[in-house]
């Protein structure tokens, strides 16, 4: 199950407590998550329909060669849940330790190193702007999902692997694989041990998975307000903060527009540029 409708799962109840409705969670999938977006942007602006969505939300509006709604002018930033590091892994036989020995193999031969990703991911781009920023070949080899991709890097067919903190963690803390660089700001706290790309040499460098909800654009205020407050009071729930931040493995932010937005659209332009400059439209 998507890690977004885990969430939208985990506060339903408390949320029908706060604001004295039903609220339904309605999981729909394909076109790397535009249908349900679509959906939401063509909603009444009457607070019955919410989207709550992660990474293809900033990727999605250079990733996709047509999108059925506009993600700037039709979906507005409502709460900015959390943050999340990724992880490039390797298969714990193989010989890559540091960072530094990844964008080293990368330097090697004509096809560089190969690194398991899901396709159309924030991990599928970020793996290419590091390839550029450490002047070597890591080439993403995309999946259509977590598992295949894991299956292949344990069983030793691909030596590395990137993707989500929550994800790899698992095989990381049983030993199947050897953790190498992690994408935050800064070490996350189930990770402390692993050292962040930017202090592996990379200056600056970021990329964090994110998780929020969006209104149609036009909504009320005072709607607006109320939903937003309601959200982020469930957030705060001891149960349901220990669940995001210890068993999800989200950073808790709980920021509202004044923040989220500017956020949002710094994600898009940044990763749409690696995005446009590798042509990797389509591949979600």
Not at 79 to 100: D, E, H, Q, W
Not at 153 to 170: E, K, N, Q, Y
Not at 193 to 220: H, L, N, Q
């Amino acid at each position: 199950m998507p890690r977004a409708a885990q969430i939208a799962r985990m506060i339903r109840n408390g949320l029908q407590q706060r604001l004295g409705v039903n609220v339904i969670v309605e999981n729909r999938g394909g076109g790397n998550t535009t249908i349900g977006s679509a959906t939401v942007a063509r909603a009444p602006r009457d607070g019955t329909r919410w989207l709550i969505n992660a990474d293809p939300h900033m990727l999605n509006p250079s990733m996709m060669s047509t999108m059925p709604y506009d993600t700037d002018k039709e979906l507005d930033p409502l709460l900015l849940i959390g943050t999340s590091p990724n992880v490039i892994a390797a298969n714990a036989s193989k010989p890559y330790r540091t960072f530094a020995d990844v964008l080293a193999a990368g330097r090697e031969g004509p096809d560089g190193v190969g690194i398991a990703v899901i396709g159309g991911t924030l991990a599928h781009v970020f793996t290419l702007l590091l390839g550029k920023m450490g002047n070597a070949m890591l080439t993403p080899i995309p999946y259509r999902g977590g598992a295949p991709a894991l299956n292949d890097v344990i069983g030793g067919h691909v030596g590395l692997i990137a993707g989500s903190v929550a994800v790899l963690t698992p095989q990381i803390a049983s030993g199947a694989l050897r953790p190498i660089v992690q994408t935050g700001t800064q070490r996350h706290r189930s990770l402390p041990d692993v050292p962040t790309v930017a202090e592996s040499g990379s200056k600056d460098f970021s990329a964090e998975s994110m998780w929020g909800f969006f209104a149609p654009t036009g909504t009320p205020q005072p709607i607006l307000d109320r939903f937003g407050a309601a959200l982020a009071a469930e957030f705060r729930q001891p149960e349901i903060a220990d669940k995001v931040s210890n068993t999800l493995l989200i950073d808790l932010k709980l920021d509202g527009p004044e923040r989220f937005r500017p956020f949002i659209q710094q994600q898009i332009e940044v990763w749409g540029r690696v995005v446009r400059e590798n042509g990797l439209k389509d591949t979600g």
